[in-house]
């Protein structure tokens, strides 16, 4: 495959994400007008883009890359379902260790609804099958068709990182700590979906890590947060710990999780005797 269609391959890839995002909140929006609440609409707008992203990153491989990418195939693997709950579980069950107190927000069952409605349909459901879709399936497929498996796994996880600093006004600091935490668990994720040959386990492990530590729920910052039901409010300030600007999904202890589970992935694949980069360098997709 050309390098050209390479790059445009993995733009049109990003764009259907963003299309397939504003599209489902117009609908949602549209819907809440008829009288529809906003939870309910969360739900929907969730449920759109979904099956939206699906259809168009399908037409976009199938029609313009006239290429075949099973690793968009539906297929799930327990172990990974496992892990998706047991690292944030312990994550923030970490964080729930050191010193803080409980704050809550005050929210009504109304707005309670419609902040874990979002939290988990859209920004953790649906949020985390396309990202992975688009990222670990469509970019990562055409990378490494064009080159090899490094570059497969390190360029779509940078760019997955970098795509998280737009429209944010962070300090130098905080961005160096997105990157490296942003890159760090965009590996994880091509990992999970290089071992089980589908993004789907990795869109499971990312979907319920956005659930669970940024659905809208329990949420842990060094202060309160209103767009959370209850926060676990750190007397810990150090950046370290905090993650800074973005929050704890950079933070070290993190990033720690992202480097255990990446290594847990590495250990499964070279257990199967696939541990050389040309094993998959020579399959005819991403496994």
């Known amino acids: ?58 037409l976009l491989v199938s029609k313009f890359l006239k290429t075949d990418i099973r690793i968009l195939r539906i297929t799930v693997n327990v172990k990974w379902i496992i892990v998706a709950i047991a690292l944030p579980v312990i994550v923030k069950g970490i964080f729930l260790l050191l010193p803080g107190e409980f704050v809550s927000s005050g929210m009504d069952k109304k707005q309670i609804f419609t902040t874990l409605s979002s939290g988990i349909v859209y920004t953790g459901i649906a949020a985390g099958l396309v990202e992975e879709m688009v990222f670990r399936g469509v970019i990562m497929s055409l990378i490494r068709e064009r080159w090899n498996t490094k570059a497969a796994i390190l360029v779509p996880s940078v760019l997955f990182a970098s795509v998280h600093l737009i429209g944010m006004n962070f300090s130098v600091l905080s961005c160096i700590l997105v990157l490296m935490a942003g890159t760090m668990v965009g590996v994880m994720f091509s990992m999970i979906a290089m071992e089980s040959d589908s993004v789907w386990n990795s869109g499971i492990v990312h979907s319920i890590w956005n659930i669970i530590i940024i659905g809208g729920g329990l949420g842990i910052s060094e202060k309160a947060d209103e767009y959370s039901v209850i926060t676990y409010v750190l007397e810990s300030k150090s950046f370290a710990i905090t993650g800074g600007e973005f929050g704890i999904e950079a933070s070290v202890i993190a990033l720690i999780g992202y480097i255990v589970v990446t290594l847990i992935a590495f250990v499964i694949i070279k257990r199967r005797a696939k541990t050389s980069w040309q094993y998959f360098d020579n399959r005819k997709s991403v496994s």
């Open 1 to 58: 495959m050309k390098t050209n269609k390479v790059i445009i391959g993995s733009i049109a890839a990003i764009f259907v994400l963003v299309f397939s995002q504003i599209g489902a909140q117009l609908v949602a929006s549209v819907i809440h007008l008829a009288g529809i609440s906003i939870g309910i609409c969360n739900i929907i707008a969730g449920i759109i883009y979904i099956l939206l992203s699906y259809f168009l990153l399908k």
